[in-house]
């Protein structure tokens, strides 16, 4: 059975800093690419960033680069993004899915399984 659980979310300040984690089971990293996707109340989902472990490449949304960085433990099936300066339109809440191997990884269309969310406030 195919799982994804996403966790690592909670409050931070303006400018903080989270990693979130995801725990996958039920497949292998290298037959899939995992994304992370936020979803904020009134706003389009969006693929914020994604890993391909077949090769190592990644992949991130405008709105994230050169803050976000998405990594991968293959022994621990986990998945990370770790989230830097974060600033105070970003809270929502954060999941991670399954896109196959070479698809539009960012796309919000094509996810083959998805896990529930954790969520990211933003605040002072």
């Known amino acids: 059975q195919v799982q994804l659980v996403g966790s690592g979310g909670g409050l931070v300040q303006p400018g903080g800093s989270l990693r979130l984690s995801c725990v996958t089971s039920?497949?292998?990293?290298?037959?899939?690419?995992i994304t992370w996707i936020r979803q904020a109340p009134g706003k389009k989902r969006e693929g914020v960033s994604c890993?391909?472990?077949?090769?190592?490449?990644?992949y991130y949304a405008d709105s994230v680069k050169g803050r976000f960085t998405i990594s991968r433990n293959d022994a621990k099936n986990t998945v990370y993004l770790q989230m830097n300066a974060l600033n105070p339109e970003e809270p929502a809440v954060y999941f991670c899915?399954?896109?196959?191997?070479?698809?539009?990884?960012?796309?919000?269309?094509?996810?083959?399984?998805w896990g529930k969310g954790t969520q990211v406030t933003v605040s002072s």
């Open positions: 899915a399954q896109y196959p191997l070479y698809s539009d990884c960012l796309s919000d269309y094509g996810k083959d399984n």
């Open positions: 039920g497949f292998s990293l290298d037959e899939y690419q």
């Open positions: 890993i391909r472990s077949s090769d190592g490449n990644t």
